[in-house]
């Protein structure tokens, strides 16, 4: 049974950082295409970053050079640093898996089959 867990969330002030990780559970880590999503109160689930197979990564404008995903194929863990933090971070964070090594659209949240619950990410200015 896929099984994904995120943490690392918190409270943090503009500038700060938090590095998020998603442990992962019931498949073949290396294999299929992940992402890192977002949703704050009233707005839809964006992508935010987004890595394939090979590692090849792909980020929202918003937090191009800002934003790192990474993963560690050892421990099943995918990640999420974030540096220079600003309120309109603030969302909940989710990862989110993809069971295929084809990742066409890595921002799309309807390409994914397996959600996390989520974990808060709040900025304050």
């Known amino acids: 049974q896929v099984q994904l867990a995120e943490s690392g969330g918190g409270s943090v002030q503009t500038g700060g950082s938090l590095r998020l990780s998603c442990s992962t559970s019931?498949?073949?880590?290396?294999?299929?295409?992940m992402a890192w999503f977002r949703q704050a109160p009233g707005k839809e689930r964006e992508g935010v970053a987004g890595?394939?197979?090979?590692?090849?990564?792909t980020y929202a404008n918003s937090v191009k050079g800002r934003f790192t995903i990474s993963k560690d194929n050892v421990k099943n863990t995918l990640y999420l640093t974030m540096d220079i933090l600003r309120p309109e971070d603030s969302a909940r964070y989710y990862c989110?898996?993809?069971?295929?090594?084809?990742?066409?659209?890595?921002?799309?949240?309807?390409?994914?089959?397996?959600w996390g619950q989520g974990t808060q990410v709040t900025v304050s200015s």
């Open positions: 890595i394939d197979t090979d590692g090849t990564t």
């Open positions: 989110a898996l993809r069971l295929s090594n084809y990742c066409p659209r890595p921002m799309h949240p309807v390409d994914y089959n397996h």
């Open positions: 019931g498949y073949t880590f290396s294999t299929y295409c």
